[in-house]
């Protein structure tokens, strides 16, 4: 599989649940970012990781907690979830470091229903 | 802080006309401009972006954009739209400091009509 990829595509979770969501990056990227796509909000950043370090946290409550393992993998932790918090969650990779400017490749996202 | 203003939030053409979608950011240095497209139930995918050089770049599928920099503007253009141009446009700003985050606007719904 080539690009970005992110699992489930699909969740439907209540507030009590605990969940996490996917992305992995098959291009070799040393950066990896979590976006958020709610209805008539532009995307907004939640985390960025740059090689394997957080170096962004855009004021996200703390019922979100990234993770990153390695360079091609990002998880986001989802517990105790607000409705409000429905939306699609967007990943995407980079490569940081060259000197010029850097492209955000994303992935398909994960649609998020919080009952 | 940057910012990132579409004007334009949904506009319908029939096929063969002609498109300019409006982006004007707000940011005093250097940026690194974007324009994304996502194509009814298809991920964000980069249609072109400006880093430095020809203020006039060329992307995919015959779009291009020009860089006014005393406007702080990236319009994007296309002379004749396709019914398969349907879809969502999304200007996004990096601003060149080491911050790698992208702002991006709010989005423009171009219905393009057979």
């Known amino acids: 599989e080539t690009g970005v990829t992110q699992t489930p595509r699909h969740l439907v979770m209540g507030m009590t649940n605990k969940k996490s969501l996917k992305c992995e990056q098959h291009?070799?990227?040393?950066?990896m970012y979590w976006y958020k796509q709610s209805a008539k909000k532009p995307l907004e950043l939640m985390f960025v990781?740059?090689?394997?370090?957080?170096?962004e946290n855009n004021s996200v409550p703390s019922r979100f907690s990234p993770e990153c393992p390695n360079s091609s993998h990002l998880f986001l932790h989802l517990h105790t979830l607000q409705p409000e918090d429905s939306a699609l969650y967007l990943c995407?990779?980079?490569?940081?470091?060259?000197?010029?400017?850097?492209?955000?490749?994303f992935g398909p996202g994960t649609r998020l229903l919080v009952l | 802080a940057q910012s990132v203003s579409q004007h334009n939030h949904h506009v319908i053409l029939s096929e063969a006309a002609s498109l300019e979608l409006g982006c004007n950011y707000s940011?005093?240095?250097?940026?690194?401009l974007f324009w994304y497209v996502q194509y009814p139930g298809q991920h964000l995918q980069l249609l072109l972006k400006?880093?430095?050089?020809?203020?006039l770049v060329k992307g995919i599928k015959g779009f291009e954009a020009e860089f006014i920099k005393s406007k702080f503007s990236f319009n994007l253009r296309k002379p004749s739209v396709q019914w398969s141009d349907t879809a969502e446009y999304f200007c996004a700003v990096n601003a060149n400091t080491g911050r790698r985050a992208l702002t991006f606007g709010s989005g423009t719904r171009l219905q393009v009509q057979p």
């Open positions: 940011y005093g240095g250097t940026v690194n």
């Open positions: 291009l070799g990227h040393n950066a």
């Open positions: 400006y880093f430095s050089g020809d203020p």
């Open positions: 990781y740059s090689l394997e370090e957080r170096v």
């Open positions: 995407a990779s980079s490569q940081v470091g060259t000197g010029v400017g850097e492209t955000q490749y």
